[in-house]
């Protein structure tokens, strides 16, 4: 296998397509460095291009990039370089949730360790291919983690803002283990309560994709503590509604919004916002016949149509809409009284949209 075999991403001149472009080309490097140590890599390499490349509507960096130009600063190569670092991070993480929740799909494609199995099993390789693609996904997660720190050591902002930048990316870093840790433990422990739900979608979801992301640009960008205070409560409610939405469509979405089979968080037992509302609404018999479909991961389709039900007969899923609504109404409050050029500010209200898919 040669670098030129390994797919390349989309490529063209609005932002998005900007950091599409640079994630290209440093998967281009990743390969180039990994297959340098041993051409065995690029089985890793390939895997991983092949899940960056399938889409994504890249909302990380562009809220890094945004808090970054928040601070009147101008774009600048290195700005996409951080960007494209923060979303690299952002595949490893997919790489390594995708293998706890031992999913087939992806943004619609096999997931890493799904396809690292079938290369054992297309070479005929001894041993259990699926335990192959497993420890073969857990490696390939650890390798891109590793990448993203090298991107970002490679592209410290300047004027001492190198140091709380870099803290605060440990802290996310760190923060996000803790969100992934809460909720198998969760899953475990039984808490169906809405609390519980809701810290677990701050710190799985809401704090990693939207909050920090904004606040590690602007650090980047030398922004006034004033407007990162106020990032930082925009990043709350909108986090929350970002995996409000999540837990949404999860199970009432199409396979091809969610790009993975629909009504996996009902086998796999996810104790979601939407779940908690209904377990905490339905009648004491039917929540109890709730949560027997959670505890089936081989439940049928009819099973998963039964759950569904529930779900919206117990009001649940209006409830969780409506919770949803509202923290969007709550982000654009503090975004309207943050001071910001018209082009951040349009572009962040831009992206509360995309983020909470709100009209």
Not at 198 to 210: D, F, M
């Amino acid at each position: 296998m040669t670098a030129e075999s390994i797919p390349t991403l989309p490529r063209s001149s609005s932002l998005v397509a900007r950091i599409d472009d640079a994630l290209a080309r440093s998967m281009e490097s990743f390969c180039r460095v990994s297959g340098s140590s041993t051409p065995e890599m690029l089985d890793l390499v390939n895997a991983l291009t092949r899940v960056t490349s399938a889409g994504g509507k890249r909302i990380r960096p562009q809220l890094f990039y945004w808090g970054y130009r928040a601070g009147g600063e101008a774009d600048s190569p290195e700005t996409i370089e951080l960007a494209t670092a923060i979303e690299l991070f952002h595949v490893f993480a997919l790489v390594h949730d995708d293998l706890m929740d031992l999913a087939d799909t992806r943004r619609g494609v096999p997931t890493a360790h799904k396809q690292l199995a079938a290369l054992h099993r297309e070479r005929g390789w001894n041993g259990d291919a699926d335990h192959f693609g497993v420890s073969a996904g857990i490696l390939a997660g650890d390798a891109l983690s590793i990448w993203a720190d090298m991107t970002i050591s490679q592209n410290l902002p300047p004027n001492g803002r190198a140091e709380p930048f870099r803290r605060a990316y440990d802290e996310m870093r760190l923060e996000l283990i803790s969100g992934q840790y809460l909720d198998i433990a969760t899953g475990g422990s039984g808490d169906t309560s809405m609390t519980s739900a809701l810290r677990l979608a701050r710190l799985k979801s809401g704090n990693y994709s939207v909050s920090m992301p904004l606040r590690l640009g602007a650090l980047a960008g030398g922004v006034d503590q004033d407007t990162i205070r106020g990032f930082e409560a925009f990043g709350a409610v909108l986090g929350e509604a970002f995996q409000m939405h999540d837990d949404v469509l999860g199970v009432f979405g199409s396979a091809a919004e969610v790009g993975k089979p629909v009504g996996e968080d009902i086998r796999q037992g996810k104790r979601t916002t939407l779940i908690a509302a209904a377990l905490a609404s339905a009648p004491p018999a039917v929540a109890a016949r709730l949560l027997e479909l959670l505890a089936d991961p081989a439940l049928s389709e009819a099973g998963v149509g039964e759950a569904k039900e529930i779900i919206v007969s117990s009001g649940a899923l209006d409830e969780v809409r409506g919770m949803l609504r509202e923290r969007v109404h709550s982000a654009e409050r503090t975004l309207a009284g943050l001071r910001l050029t018209d082009e951040v500010r349009q572009a962040l209200h831009d992206l509360v949209r995309i983020v909470a898919h709100s009209d």
